[in-house]
């Protein structure tokens, strides 16, 4: 599914009222970016994925424009996602 893909980061949380996730970020990423989130839903561990346009990030409830190699920030999610689904720059 996603293992040619290059790994921006993974999900650490997820806010279900404000579509938010935070994303623990493996190497930069800068807002505008296009990501494919990828992960597994049920018991089934049934596979899914969505692409979408980086349209915000934030710490510490502040706009920044890019994150860092190592940072935690949240960014603003298309659909629900779950802890630990990963987070991929789409082609």
Do not use: C, W
Not at 15 to 29: G, R
């Amino acid at each position: 599914m996603a293992e040619h893909l290059e790994k921006v980061g993974e999900i650490t949380h997820y806010f279900p009222k404000v579509n938010a996730a935070v994303v623990k970020f493996e190497m930069a990423l800068k807002v505008g970016s296009k990501v494919k989130i990828v992960g597994e839903r049920g018991e089934e561990h049934k596979p899914y994925e969505f692409d979408q346009t980086v349209e915000s990030l934030q710490k510490d409830h502040a706009p920044v424009e890019e994150a860092k190699k190592g940072d935690e920030l949240g960014m603003k999610v298309d659909k629900e996602v779950r802890t630990g689904d990963g987070v991929f720059l789409a082609e």
